[in-house]
């Protein structure tokens, strides 16, 4: 039951970037996208304060506000990656992130990391080159959403450590709530570099915007959550890493029917080898849990 929480959240993640996608090409901008994603994100993950019953060790902020900047960063650079390149590359390849926590927590207590991760960080890098196209040039095209991606998984990878194996000390429930205010006040520093006021994006840009910040929160909070109160930062992460898998899949299958058009632009061939690369993905992540 344990290991279907994180399950449920990577069955979720690939819908939040096809609408984050959606809200970029319809005109809303990556920083007024992404300040409305991660204010809906904030107001999902204050559902879980009310659920609070002691109150936090103040003494052990410190972890809770360097995670909180971690996930900005996480933000920042998903953002750059869905805007720079196809979601069919980008979300599988943020089951990248298991190997950084992998690393992290193998900093914080080596005896929970097995020595395999080599083995599986060689994989996962046959997997990027997979889902970057499987040929040089089709990988050049689509090196800026493979970088960007990675960036992203490590600063990710570094609030689920965090999350994972220092928020008992602070509180569960309180330091997953700092942490999203520090997103939330990180956000505000967008304001002047808009592009224009929020009311001059076009209503639909700012629904996907605000339904790709909803749905990152509730995975995020259930992910989290689970992080928080059971630890098990890497094994958790294994399983949340089979997002590689779903998110080929959804775009895929489903794509059209949520108004995204790779899957037609680039064909079943594509489709097919970027499947393979999350396969190799998972199984990469997989050998490192075993």
């Not at 994603?37 to 559902?47: I, K, R």
């Not at 069919?88 to 190997?99: F, N, W």
């Not at 207590?109 to 040039?137: D, M, N, Q």
């Not at 928020?167 to 939330?184: L, N, T």
Request: hydrophobic letters at 55%; aromatic letters at 14%; one cysteine or more.
């Amino acid at each position: 039951m344990l290991f279907l929480l994180p399950l449920v959240s990577a069955i979720i993640y690939p819908f939040a970037s096809i609408f984050l996608k959606r809200s970029l090409n319809e005109g809303c901008g990556i920083l007024r996208s992404a300040f409305i994603s991660n204010m809906a994100l904030f107001g999902v993950f204050l559902c879980a304060l009310p659920f609070n019953d002691k109150s936090p060790e103040w003494e052990h902020i410190s972890w809770a506000l360097i995670a909180g900047m971690c996930f900005f960063g996480g933000q920042v650079f998903t953002f750059l990656a869905i805007r720079s390149g196809d979601v069919s590359v980008q979300a599988p390849l943020m089951g990248v992130k298991v190997i950084f926590v992998a690393l992290f927590s193998y900093a914080i207590r080596p005896e929970e990391v097995p020595p395999l991760i080599w083995i599986g960080s060689i994989l996962a890098a046959a997997a990027i080159f997979l889902l970057g196209g499987a040929t040089i040039k089709s990988f050049k095209e689509n090196s800026r959403t493979v970088f960007w991606s990675l960036i992203a998984c490590a600063c990710f990878g570094g609030s689920d450590t965090l999350a994972g194996y220092r928020s008992q000390e602070f509180g569960p429930i309180p330091f997953i709530v700092v942490m999203v205010s520090v997103v939330a006040c990180c956000s505000l520093f967008f304001i002047p570099f808009f592009s224009g006021p929020l009311k001059t994006c076009p209503k639909s840009a700012l629904k996907f915007a605000a339904l790709g910040g909803i749905i990152i929160g509730i995975q995020g909070m259930i992910l989290n959550l689970s992080l928080a109160f059971f630890g098990k930062a890497t094994p958790m992460n294994i399983i949340y890493s089979t997002r590689a898998l779903w998110g080929v899949l959804i775009i895929w299958f489903l794509g059209n029917a949520l108004g995204n058009n790779e899957a037609a632009l680039q064909g079943n061939r594509i489709m097919a080898k970027r499947f393979a690369g999350a396969l190799l993905l998972s199984s990469a992540v997989i050998m490192v849990f075993i």
